[in-house]
């Protein structure tokens, strides 16, 4: 068994239900795994949830905890995948001095190339919104560091899966089943 | 329609789930539920315990020897959080139980309030399910839905927490029992493929081996379980969860798995060709060391929760489904055999262990009483009829190495989790299931006097259970473990001990102690004899040992005689 650790996008759908989340982050805490980053949202169908949760551990140890959250009654399907399984968006945000901007015309070259979004400017401060793969943001905060950052903020990782999960199918199975 | 309150609902619902007796404890913020059960009292027993981890516990021991679901109630707070030890017992043991909490009102909650406790957020990791009502109308559906879940699929606790004024609420109620929730898929579809594979491995192995746990019990497979092992003629062995889904005496049980097991399974474990689990989640405890555990053989394992499947063991082939389901389509693929050879490797080591080990235990001359023996004389007197509930301990193991089961649903202990406290309670919630049956509990000092304040409800009960206690004025598994593994450091593990008899005498019962051989014979007769609950101390040699032992750490056939 490979003890070698690897970045997982854990894929949970969910009955819109309190406390569920206690449910699930108790698994990770009982094996001693931090969540890297963590996503609820709505979904393509009414009333499930999608929770999109980045995970730092083995495929051993994912197998298991996929499979304990499986488990959970209102979960209704959860599924783990790789980087390369999956299509990936980060976003986020800096606050910058607006001084800089006009000081330094770098810091504007850097934001153009980024493919960057300015989102608001006022006198005192601009602030700008990139959105891309972990790698990208890391990039962009890095340049952006050397001018100075006020505040900098970023979003939970969100995914699609390149193959199709079928939540529908389980969903109309269900009720195929109980009309029966 | 007319109005009832949430309270009146509460009964309404226990009712249409067929729950006739419940264990419970009253207090502030279960009140306006009592006050319905005081005037419902004629369709459902309350049976007071004397602290609410009792009420658990008794309604562990309804369900673990009726099959049905038991029922405890507790108010809010402190009475809460008593039940958190028989919750997590439940969860580890998959127990169907359902527990009631009263809550503070819904204005109050998150403030702090006069016991307010989150309850939800304590017993979310050792519960299947659980949920906090905040409104009369949702009882109904949340009872029905608490109910299914702690039944179905793999059976477990499930906690339902009602705020005061969703007591005191009134709407037009309605129950509907359910079958389905969308998103709880209690047991897996069986593939077919996975069944003629683990047939085919089945009927080309030339020493394969049998483990069992409660899966079998828990899902009513005892029949068909029996059927595959006399088909297939494959030596089987138990978790002690799993002890007496067939009889002990049956030719084909070789004994019990594990730390305190018999010698034969545990050795050819590591010698089997063939390895086939059925309803068991390899406990550490019954593999020893993982990583040199049945490392020779096919592993194929029959189990309902996918999440168990190579968990602890990588297994070759997984049988996802209810074993009496799994069981019923691979009996008619099984070829007809014997494994005479094999099974006579199974009797040769019996044999090792007879001679060093369970002759002295069950045969002593040496002075002090054996645990051993005390189970021998029960077994002789119930015929092997009773229900033998342990504690947790060395007589725990004893017991389950010893006492004779002719009845599946007959060893009710606290497995997965170990709950020293367990048996008195539990033993009242069995009897009161099957006031029929003979229901022995086994404990030792140490476990008795952590809930031995129900003696208080055998007494208002007059639950006639038979309290056994083998009483070494030590916690002798630890004491064990410190002779063996700490150089005799026996660091807090003697007790001294009060007189346990004038304590059973105190609440009125029937009360013996016996403290040489002599006079065993007569004191297990006449408590068997007895139509009254009955307390029997038997003072056993100070540092008897639990043995074969698989010491932690080593592998199953590591196991020690001495």
Redesign the interface.
């Given at each position: 068994?490979s003890k070698k650790t690897n970045k997982y996008t854990v894929s949970v759908y969910?009955?819109d239900s309190?406390?569920l989340l206690?449910?699930i982050s108790?698994i990770f805490q009982?094996r001693h795994i931090n969540i890297e980053s963590f996503n609820s949202s709505m979904t393509e169908i009414e009333s499930v949830q999608r929770w999109t949760i980045l995970i730092l551990t083995t495929e051993v140890q994912i197998?298991?905890i996929v499979?304990?959250i499986?488990?959970q009654?209102?979960?209704?399907k959860a599924y783990y995948h790789t980087d390369e399984e999956t299509i990936y968006q980060e976003s986020c945000l800096f606050k910058i001095k607006s001084s800089l901007l006009f000081d330094d015309r770098q810091i504007q070259n850097i934001i153009k190339e980024s493919n960057a979004v300015i989102v608001t400017v006022n006198p005192e401060f601009f602030v700008i919104e990139k959105s891309g793969r972990t790698h990208e943001l890391d990039e962009l905060y890095e340049k952006l560091s050397n001018y100075g950052i006020l505040q900098y903020v970023r979003s939970a990782r969100i995914a699609v899966t390149k193959a199709p999960l079928m939540i529908s199918e389980i969903?109309t199975d269900?009720?195929k089943?109980?009309n029966e | 329609m007319s109005k009832i309150s949430g309270s009146e609902a509460v009964i309404k619902c226990l009712l249409e789930e067929g729950v006739d007796i419940i264990y419970g404890y009253p207090g502030g913020a279960i009140m306006p539920v009592y006050d319905e059960l005081y005037k419902y009292q004629d369709k459902i027993q309350h049976v007071l315990t004397r602290h609410e981890q009792g009420a658990t516990h008794s309604a562990q021991g309804f369900a673990r020897i009726s099959g049905r679901v038991g029922v405890a109630i507790a108010t809010s707070g402190p009475g809460a959080t008593n039940l958190v030890t028989g919750l997590a017992d439940a969860q580890i043991d998959s127990t169907p139980m359902v527990c009631i909490t009263g809550q503070v009102g819904s204005h109050l909650l998150g403030s702090d309030a006069f016991q307010e406790t989150d309850i939800?957020?304590i017993s979310?990791?050792i519960t299947?399910?659980?949920?906090?009502i905040t409104r009369a109308s949702e009882i109904p559906e949340i009872f029905a839905k608490a109910f299914y879940?702690a039944k179905s699929g793999r059976p477990g606790p499930v906690l339902i927490d009602i705020t005061k004024d969703a007591q005191f609420e009134e709407f037009n109620f309605s129950y509907k029992r359910i079958?389905?929730?969308?998103?709880?898929k209690p047991t897996p579809i069986i593939n077919m493929d996975k069944i003629r594979q683990a047939a085919d491995l089945i009927n080309m192995a030339k020493k394969p081996l049998i483990v069992w746990g409660q899966g079998v019990i828990l899902g009513n497979a005892e029949k068909e379980f029996r059927d595959l092992i006399e088909k297939s003629g494959i030596p089987a062995a138990w978790t002690i969860l799993g002890a007496s889904a067939i009889p002990t005496d049956h030719s084909l049980n070789v004994g019990m798995l594990g730390m305190h097991g018999n010698y034969a399974p545990n050795v050819l474990t590591n010698e089997c060709d063939v390895l086939i689990a059925i309803g068991m989640r390899f406990d550490d405890r019954v593999t020893g060391d993982v990583n040199r555990y049945a490392k020779q053989a096919k592993i194929i394992h029959f189990e309902i929760?996918?999440?168990e499947?190579?968990?602890n063991i990588?297994v070759d082939i997984p049988v996802l489904g209810d074993a009496k389901e799994t069981l019923s389509k691979i009996i008619p693929l099984i070829d007809k055999k014997s494994h005479k050879n094999w099974l006579n490797e199974f009797k040769k080591l019996y044999q090792i262990e007879y001679d060093k080990v369970i002759h002295g235990e069950l045969n002593p001359s040496k002075k002090g009483l054996t645990m051993g023996e005390v189970i021998k004389e029960i077994n002789f007197q119930t015929k092997g009829n009773a229900a033998i509930v342990s504690d947790v301990g060395q007589h725990q193991m004893v017991a389950c190495r010893y006492a004779n089961f002719n009845k599946s649903k007959s060893n009710i202990t606290s497995g997965g989790l170990g709950t020293m406290g367990f048996a008195l309670p539990a033993a009242i919630g069995a009897k009161m299931a099957s006031p029929e049956r003979e229901v022995v509990a086994v404990i030792g000092d140490g476990g008795y006097q952590m809930t031995i304040q129900e003696l208080g409800t055998v007494f208002q009960t007059k639950a006639a259970v038979k309290i056994v206690v083998l009483n070494n004025d030590f916690l002798g598994m630890v004491r064990q473990w410190q002779q063996l593994f700490f150089d005799k450091r026996y660091a807090s593990t003697e007790m001294v001990n009060p007189d346990f008899v004038k304590i059973a005498e105190g609440y009125y019962l029937k009360a013996k102690r016996v403290t040489e051989r002599k006079d065993l014979a007569n004191a297990v007769e006449e408590m068997i004899k007895s139509n009254e609950p009955y307390f029997l101390e038997v003072v056993v040699e100070k540092e008897g040992n639990v043995f074969p032992m698989i010491p932690t750490g080593s592998s199953v056939s590591e196991i020690r005689l001495s």
């Open positions: 068994m969910t009955e309190v406390g206690n449910r108790a009982r197998k298991k499979g304990q499986n488990r009654i209102e979960v209704i969903l269900f009720k089943n109980k | 939800i957020g979310t990791p299947k399910w659980n949920y906090q879940i079958n389905g929730i969308r998103s709880y929760d996918p999440a499947v190579n968990k990588e």
